[in-house]
């Protein structure tokens, strides 16, 4: 009986027992988003202080059981800021993780429509978020943003006019006669950077026998957009990474992406400007004596020389052409906000910029609208817009072989010349020269005006989402439309217009172009995530573009009176150029991620173009990466000092179309007696010519340490162009000059190094430094025609030379009837040195940019020389036996002394801030203001150098040739002094 009640008692106590460990064991179910309003799939979720965890579906819920409560979660996902909450109920759980800025700096792109963080990308993707863009000082257009930033890239600004004008050439030369530039993508959208002449050649007569497009000084398109919308850029530098764009990518792509808004209260922005330009470097006046002037120009100069001397009527007519500080002013204007459902970004701007030379200047107007709205968990549309009005006024520089223009003015006028006009605003004629440049500067109107609509939209479709894989669906498209006016005017008052001085009696020279870019695509991506954390990425899509440039050139001679109307004129010539081309493709990519240890990708893009010889046939472009995070295998994990050592190779193919007028034979029309022809241009078409084809191999690693206060990039790449496009002479019987064929190959090897650091790092302080430094060295590899000097002005003076076995950027002189090389325009090196130190709420940053090296042809002292008005033709520097002066010994020297070592040393960007905290705010306005951030800026505004003009950075021949540093009496550079005021509320 005993027993029985033992027992009873026994199922009684675990009766009442059972339900206590049963019912403290608590389910918790609940949802993660972000920020945004998205959900965030594969986010952790633990149990904070224990190992048991859980993580989040592709619609981010979850579920966690957990022994007792109240507990604390932690919810942690890459790209965003750990959470920490406390859970005292069973009640669903609802958690907002809002974006690590540092996170986001790691997601670099790896297809047309994914991206990859940066501890798992295989190649050196080079990013630069809005506050590197803008956050020292705004740059004049977007490209000139890029100097000194990242490794890899030479930055070059062919002319200091407003407006723009700069070349981006990345890792080296990537064709000898085709496209240098990298392709440009704004928010999906293929958008345009053409550099359209104005048609001065009429004028300058500089391109005689040759393009009469390359020394007109354009503005590049790139220019058109507004650095203040951008969020981020990624730099695809080279084949390995930017294979999956196929035909259009060996020089690079460049990828912008803009501002978009956040859920949430909206968010104004408001900054003002408000500085001024001058010149960097004024070459100065020749120290002229009565006894110089009478033996270099006679005794009636001297005269005049002495009784201008006496008077204090000499003038430096350099300062007075270039001497002008112009008055710039920026204002921008943003919103950003919205909902859940519908976030939008809005801003407008407005930048107005005076050159250094009177009636020269840079305005535009740019308003932005980004929107996003999804209507449903799998359903997401997003739009981007931007209208831009600019307008430039360049005046009339750079070389020409008529005397006319600003600059080849300049080196024939003396201090006691008169060029002022009189009281009736006529100029005197200049008395040795075929211009006056007070006429020119103050009469000759050179405008480009664009008005540009880019638009792009974007559709996600999720098509199925299940625990361990997903499908998804994006639909993009977008467009680059613009309409460029060019206006040249020469009236014809001018000296070198009248018909008394063989002029042309006034020129109006009027240009308009209608540019429509449309590109179409489809991708469909595909996740799948085992149980032992392996994820499968596979994409695949159809790519479309359009492309549509029509431009007419109506040049007017013999003027009528006053009009410049180009009807109103004895003589009306007309050139049209029209450049149409569809390109379509597909790519399918596959990315393989084993727990972050090994991350393989492999993939191909085919294109095929009208613009090939053989319009339905497709090029395929391979690519293939590895990396390996030593860091992630468990034998490393336990060295904490280390935060990643990763090994990362690449390899990848990419194209380059071959240039207008290779496929096909051109011909001029002409009329004899009433009579219509057509004639011959020279060049003879060969459909057979297929795209340039680069194949670039990269290695390299990326170290982190010290909690990420140090951090180390390292990259060597091997970049090859087989089936080298040139124009080769062709034999006169043919009935042509030349023709373009695939006749060589090229290589480009370097080196690129950055280094972040945190020097330190305290409470109240911190020390942020970059540092970047790269090579490359080229080399043509081939070279199946006969070498070939290109690019300048004869070998006497020095010029590029294309021969196998040797630099493709070298440059060669005569001596005594043979070829030397005497310098190559490629830097030694060139490196970025960026110092942010931020004490409190007042910021100093500052950029240094080196470039060692490189050389250029300076013919610009050559002409002062020949006029004898050189700042140094009487030192005696140049000659080795130290007998003869400068302007003497110059003119008749070999080659090497024009050929000129254009290194420099700059501070690019310094910029020192001031944020009043909101605290402080509380009184104003109702306590509005977030923030206002007072500041001073400037760009150039140290510069050393030893080249013997203006600047080392300059091009005569603009930014789409890689035979730079050809230097002609060019505008100016100059350095900028801006004061800022930033409000946020």
């Not at 005397?403 to 300049?410: C, P, R």
């Not at 075929?434 to 109107?445: A, E, G, I, K």
């Not at 240890?597 to 613009?611: E, F, H, P, Q, Y």
Request: net charge negative.
């Amino acid at each position: 009986m005993k027993q029985k009640n033992s027992y009873r008692r026994s199922i009684l106590l675990l009766l009442l027992v059972l339900p206590c460990f049963v019912f403290a064991q608590s389910t918790l179910i609940g949802k993660v988003n972000s920020d945004k309003g998205e959900t965030v799939p594969f986010a952790n979720v633990i149990q904070k202080g224990t190992t048991n965890g859980t993580t989040t579906g592709i619609d981010g819920n979850f579920t966690i059981e957990v022994p007792s409560l109240p507990t604390t979660l932690e919810f942690s996902s890459l790209g965003y800021l750990t959470v920490e909450l406390r859970v005292t109920n069973a009640t669903p759980i609802t958690v907002t993780m809002g974006e690590s800025a540092q996170a986001l700096e790691e997601v670099v792109v790896t297809g047309l429509a994914t991206s990859v963080k940066r501890t798992n990308s295989a190649n050196a993707v080079a990013s630069i978020s809005a506050e590197q863009l803008t956050g020292t000082t705004p740059p004049p257009t977007l490209d000139g943003a890029l100097y000194g930033k990242f490794a890899g890239a030479v930055v070059n600004s062919n002319s200091g006019a407003p407006g723009g004008g700069i070349s981006v050439k990345l890792r080296g030369a990537t064709s000898l006669q085709g496209n240098i530039q990298p392709l440009y993508i704004i928010d999906g959208v293929y958008v345009d950077n053409s550099s359209i002449a104005a048609g001065l050649n009429t004028v300058s007569g500089a391109a005689s026998g040759g393009s009469a497009s390359n020394q007109d000084n354009p503005t590049n398109r790139i220019a058109d957009l507004n650095p203040e919308d951008i969020a981020n850029i990624e730099i695809l530098k080279g084949a390995s990474a930017a294979a999956i764009y196929g035909s259009r990518a060996a020089a690079g792509v460049i990828i912008i992406t803009t501002k978009r808004g956040k859920a949430g209260e909206t968010q104004f922005k408001f900054s003002q400007s408000v500085g001024w330009v001058e010149a960097i470097n004024l070459l100065g006046v020749r120290d002229y004596t009565a006894a110089r002037v009478e033996e270099s120009f006679g005794a009636a100069d001297a005269a005049l020389f002495v009784a201008a001397s006496n008077a204090g009527t000499l003038v430096d007519y350099e300062k007075e052409i270039f001497g002008e500080h112009g008055i710039v002013s920026n204002s921008n204007f943003s919103m950003a906000g919205g909902s859940d459902k519908t976030k939008f970004f809005a801003g407008i701007s407005h930048n107005n910029e005076a050159g250094i030379v009177l009636n020269t200047g840079y305005e535009k107007t740019s308003f932005r609208l980004n929107l996003d709205h999804k209507p449903q968990d799998w359903l997401k549309f997003t739009l981007s817009t931007n209208y831009i009005y600019s307008s430039s006024d360049r005046g009339f520089f750079n070389n020409d072989n008529t005397g006319t223009t600003i600059g080849i003015a300049l080196t024939a006028t003396r201090p006691w010349d008169n060029l002022f006009p009189d009281a009736n605003g006529i100029y005197p004629d200049h008395p040795n020269n075929s211009s006056n440049p007070l006429q020119t500067r103050d009469l000759v109107r050179n405008n480009e005006t664009v008005n540009r609509f880019i638009m792009g939209g974007t559709v996600n479709l999720d098509i199925y989402k299940a625990d361990n894989s997903n499908l998804e669906l994006i639909l993009r498209g977008g467009m680059d439309m613009y309409a460029q006016k060019t206006r040249a005017i020469f009236p014809k008052e001018l000296q070198f217009q009248k018909l008394t001085n063989g002029g042309l009696n006034g020129v109006s020279s009027q240009g308009d172009t209608q540019n429509k870019n449309y590109n179409l695509s489809g991708f469909l991506v595909h996740n799948y995530f085992t149980d032992n954390d392996i994820n499968f990425r596979t994409q695949a899509g159809l790519t479309n573009e359009f492309f549509d440039r029509n431009t007419v050139l109506v040049t007017a001679t013999g003027l009528v009176a006053s009009e410049t109307n180009v009807d109103q004129a004895a003589n009306t010539g007309v050139n049209q150029t029209r450049v149409q081309q569809e390109d379509s493709g597909f790519f399918v990519q596959e990315e393989v991620n084993f727990q972050d240890m090994l991350i393989a990708t492999i993939g191909v893009r085919g294109d095929k173009s009208s613009n090939n010889g053989d319009a339905n046939k497709l090029s395929y472009y391979p690519k293939g990466s590895l990396a390996v995070n030593i860091n992630e295998f468990g034998f490393w994990k336990e060295d904490g000092a280390w935060d990643q050592f990763k090994l990362r190779a690449a390899y990848g193919e990419a194209g380059n179309f071959p240039p207008p007028g290779a496929l096909f034979t051109s011909y001029n029309a002409f009329s004899t007696g009433g009579i219509l022809g057509i004639s011959l241009i020279g060049v003879r078409g060969d459909k057979s010519i297929v795209s340039e084809r680069q194949k670039e191999l990269e290695f390299g690693t990326d170290l982190s340490f010290l909690d990420g206060r140090a951090g180390l990039t390292a990259t060597y790449y091997i970049k090859t162009i087989d089936d080298l496009i040139l124009q080769s002479a062709l034999e006169p019987s043919t009935g042509y000059t030349s023709e373009f064929v695939n006749a060589g190959a090229l290589e480009n090897k370097g080196i690129e190094l950055s280094l972040d650091l945190v020097p330190v790092r305290t409470e109240n302080f911190e020390w942020n430094l970059g540092i970047n430094w790269f090579k490359n060295t080229s080399e043509i590899t081939r070279l199946d025609v006969e070498p070939f000097n290109i690019g300048a002005f004869g070998a006497g003076l020095g010029t590029f030379r294309i021969e196998e076995g040797s630099s493709a950027t070298q440059i060669v002189g005569s001596f005594a009837g043979e070829l030397r090389v005497v310098g190559d325009a490629e830097p030694d090196f060139q490196m970025g040195i960026n110092n942010n130190l931020r004490y409190k709420n007042l910021d100093l940053t500052f950029l240094w940019q080196w470039k060692k090296g490189g050389d250029n042809v300076n013919l610009t002292t050559l002409l002062t020389d020949l006029n004898r008005t050189s700042h140094d033709y009487d030192d005696i520097t140049v000659d080795p036996d130290g007998l003869v002066v400068n302007g003497q010994y110059r003119p008749g020297a070999a080659a090497d002394v024009h050929t000129q070592d254009a290194s420099y040393l700059r501070l690019r960007e310094l910029g020192l801030y001031y944020t009043i905290p909101k605290a402080m705010l509380s009184g104003v306005i109702g306590g509005t203001f977030d923030s206002i951030r007072l500041g001073f800026s400037g760009s150039n505004i140290i510069n050393i150098f030893d080249y013997n003009s203006y600047d080392p950075e300059v091009s005569n021949f603009g930014g789409g040739t890689i035979f730079s540093g050809v230097e002609v009496t060019p505008f100016p550079s100059s350095k900028r002094y801006l004061f800022h005021v930033a409000a946020n509320f």
